[in-house]
């Protein structure tokens, strides 16, 4: 059975980079669509990207580029980069399986856009 | 503001029926599948409800999902107090080209 731990620095500085990766277990990070979406009290749930792992990626626009995805076939992660961050971007975040409907998630991280 | 609409609670007693509505536009529900999310307290959201009404391997059939043109309600029947959780619909987007999600509806069981 496919799991997924996300992994990374819980606190970031803002104007600094967050970068989180997505472990998958039980199967291979080429087999699926990875998605990532974040949960903010004041947002809910804000879907910020997809990637497969033969290159096709898409992100929401209202990141304005800011965020950039990549899968490593070596390491079986995926993994997400959100630059220039503020404190609008503290939230839980959530790698999972699909794109149009996500039937596997991880438990998700806490990120704290602070100084 | 969350682009799909959901009332932000909604309350049964065990054993009963409840309903949880999701309304969106042309350029999600009205043209795409919708799918439900059930969300605990402290955990991740789950999928529920995939493609309007079809139940992943291990949700039982109390729960199931209904669309219509724009709109789409999820029903529990039965309700356990175990189903006190977070509700989420979701549906594809033409004008964001992406998943959107409803506000989430918080279930209280009495």
Known sequence: ?115 | QSVLTQPPSASGTPGQRVTISCSGSSSNIGGHSVHWYQQLPGTAPRLLIYSNNHRPSGVPDRFSGSKSGTSVSLAISGLLSEDEADYFCSAWDDSLNGPVFGGGTKLTVL
Request: net charge positive.
């Open chain 1, 1 to 115: 059975q496919v799991q997924l731990q996300e992994a990374g620095p819980r606190l970031v500085k803002p104007s600094e980079t967050l970068s989180l990766n997505c472990t998958v277990s039980g199967g291979s990070v080429t087999s699926s669509f990875w998605t990532w979406i974040r949960q903010s009290p004041g947002k809910g749930l804000e879907w910020i990207g997809y990637i497969y792992y033969g290159g096709r990626t898409d992100t929401n626009p209202s990141l304005k580029s800011r965020a950039t995805m990549s899968v490593d076939t070596s390491k079986n992660h995926v993994s997400l980069r959100l630059s220039s961050v503020t404190a609008a971007d503290t939230a839980f975040y959530y790698c999972a399986a699909g794109n149009f409907f996500f039937d596997k998630w991880g438990p998700g991280t806490f990120i704290t856009v602070s100084s």
